[in-house]
């Protein structure tokens, strides 16, 4: 392996979006087929989904969303977490989540998980993928009418404590998926997650390298100081929104992970439909610094 090939393999590039389709008409499914072409292309080592796929957990949408996702890639190259209209009514497992079992299995042993009527698999899930460890937690809970809020719950806080000391020991860089955005006030309190002073404790305490989210339908960036240097929190857009007045057009982030002197160097690249020419090109780029 020359030096530039073997530079390459300690790169890792993670793909993640906010996926949501068919959400009404403003969302489209040749958007976010625009969106996963892009992604394909670019071939990121992994991509994360941060949710939601579906509209409001219909039968029909989940059969569609287990066949979408089958067609753009393969369960070990796609890491899923559900959102809150993933379970936006009660139904059960077998009927929803489970066509999307596979994209949410992981692959180290996790002592204390959390499982549901509606999400049998369980949470948190590892995935160890060379150097980076991608942790996915659910806060999808059926919620009243108009509430899109979300809940970790004390089981999955604990064991996110656990495996982010274990995972940073074991020298990993430690990725979050979470469909809600993890810090205080980041969403209106009906949308907002439930937990999310205790998930702060929880980062706070032992640290974290990314943390991926969705839900706003914005980019964001945000910081939280941890006991282990800084924690980056970053939201992206829906993958299939065509244009609105509030959000903008569907889009989603290249992340390289890097370990460089003893550090972990984490570059951005924001990609974004453009409905004029309806391609998908590279909006911006820049380091997150640690
Ligand atoms: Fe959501």
């Given at each position: 392996m020359g030096s530039a090939r073997r530079d390459f393999a300690l790169k890792r590039t993670i793909g993640v979006m906010n996926w949501r389709l068919?959400?009404?008409?403003?969302?489209?499914p040749a958007v976010a087929l625009a969106i996963a072409a892009d992604i394909v292309r670019n071939a990121p080592d992994h991509v994360a989904l941060t949710g939601d796929i579906v509209n409001v957990a219909a039968r029909e949408e989940f059969v569609a969303a287990g066949r979408w996702m089958k067609a753009f890639g393969a369960p070990d190259w796609i890491s899923f977490v559900p959102g809150n209209h993933d379970t936006y009514v009660r139904m059960n497992w077998e009927d929803g989540l489970a066509h999307l079992e596979p994209y949410m299995l992981g692959d180290m042993r996790v002592p204390l998980t959390q499982e549901t009527p509606q999400i049998?698999?369980?949470?948190?899930y590892v995935r160890l993928r060379r150097n980076v460890a991608l942790i996915g937690l659910s806060t999808a809970v059926p919620q009243p009418l108009h509430r899109a809020a979300g809940i970790l719950g004390r089981t999955q806080l604990d064991s996110l404590s656990y495996l982010l000391s274990d995972l940073r020991e074991r020298g990993y860089a430690r990725v979050l998926m979470i469909h809600?955005?993890?810090?205080?006030?980041?969403?209106?309190p009906r949308k907002a997650l439930f937990d999310a002073g205790q998930l702060r404790d929880v980062l706070e305490a032992q640290g974290a390298e990314l943390v991926l989210h969705g839900h706003n339908h914005e980019h964001m960036l945000n910081t939280l100081n941890s006991r282990f240097g800084t924690v980056h929190v970053l939201g992206v857009p829906s993958?299939?929104?065509?244009?609105?007045e509030h959000h903008p057009v569907a889009g989603w982030n290249l992340y390289r992970i890097q370990r460089q002197a003893g550090k972990w160097q984490i570059e951005v690249t924001i990609r974004s439909f453009d409905p004029a020419s309806r391609q998908v090109s590279r909006l911006t780029d820049f380091a997150l610094s640690s």
């Open positions: 068919n959400r009404h008409r403003l969302h489209s049998a698999a369980p949470f948190p809600h955005p993890p810090l205080p006030g980041l969403a209106s993958a299939s929104l065509v244009e609105s």
